[in-house]
């Protein structure tokens, strides 16, 4: 399954999610996939930290090996953030009136993915901290190899 198309899934699932744009950030991710990684789960938000701007929608993919943050710019370009997990520090969940938003920790950054449903927070959360303690563990060992 595509980037694109688990995108749609959670975008389906969790429509009152504010995110535009999704196909072209999907191929952001998609072009930086590589060969030997597998998507575990993708979602879609801001990244950033202002409810009231709407306009930065990301896709962001957990993959066998890292964290990719995936956004189109509007004119020229794209961003792209990759977490590894020797980088990861910590997980933070904030629900708010309307949306929630998901603050990701790393050693060097702080991201932001925000206007997100209140009802994908739990799944989001779940996924994470799932995926970073099992990245955690294999980091771990290969390190003490």
């Known amino acids: 399954m595509s980037v694109y198309e688990k995108v749609l899934e959670f975008k389906k699932k969790y429509p ?11 191929n952001i991710v998609e072009k930086h996939l590589n060969s030997d990684e597998k998507l575990l ?8 930290d202002n409810p009231f ?17 995936g956004r189109d710019r509007v004119i ?26 998901v603050d990701i920790d790393t050693i060097k950054e702080f991201f ?13 959360e779940t996924n994470i901290s799932e995926y970073m303690m099992e990245m955690k563990k294999e980091y771990g060992s290969a390190n003490r190899k």
Do not use: C, H
């Open 16 to 26: 009152g999610t504010v995110a535009w744009r999704l196909k072209k950030n999907a």
């Open 53 to 69: 701007n709407i306009v930065s929608s990301a896709v962001i993919a957990l993959t066998n090996k890292r964290i990719l943050i």
């Open 112 to 124: 932001t993915i925000s206007n997100i449903s209140k009802r994908a927070l739990v799944e989001i």
């Open 76 to 101: 020229v370009g794209y961003f792209l953030d990759s977490i590894t997990p020797d980088m990861f520090n910590d997980i933070k969940v904030r629900s708010n009136i309307i949306w929630g938003s």
């Open 41 to 48: 789960y993708v979602f879609a938000g801001q990244k950033n």
